[in-house]
């Protein structure tokens, strides 16, 4: 049986099943002279590339969103009553 490659590309998409290491997943998170996304260090894809700052305003907009989305509760403010809403025919 052939070896599977562990490592690679397919329609221009990386991957990589090699076994992750410390160094290898710091090194793929910061890399300074890359840009927004880099390869994964496991897995299929791309990540965000912390040296670069695009990737911080991304982090920072997604964690708003959260964060408003949270503390949302439906647009109804939790003092008012409900409302009785009457239709005639």
């Known amino acids: 049986m052939a070896d599977k490659p562990s490592s690679g590309e397919i329609f221009g998409i990386p991957y990589n099943f090699e076994?992750?290491?410390?160094?290898?997943?710091?090194?793929?998170?910061?890399?300074?002279?890359d840009g927004m996304l880099v390869e994964k260090p496991f897995g299929i894809g791309y990540t965000l590339n912390l040296a670069n700052w695009r990737s911080w305003l991304?982090?920072?907009?997604?964690?708003?969103?959260?964060?408003?989305?949270?503390?949302?509760?439906?647009?109804?403010?939790?003092?008012e009553d409900p409302v009785e809403v009457v239709v005639e025919d």
Do not use: F
């Not at 997604?62 to 989305?69: D, K, S």
């Open 19 to 33: 076994r992750p290491s410390i160094s290898r997943m710091l090194k793929s998170y910061w890399q300074p002279g």
């Open 58 to 79: 991304v982090l920072a907009v997604v964690g708003a969103l959260l964060w408003n989305e949270r503390g949302d509760d439906g647009g109804a403010d939790a003092d």
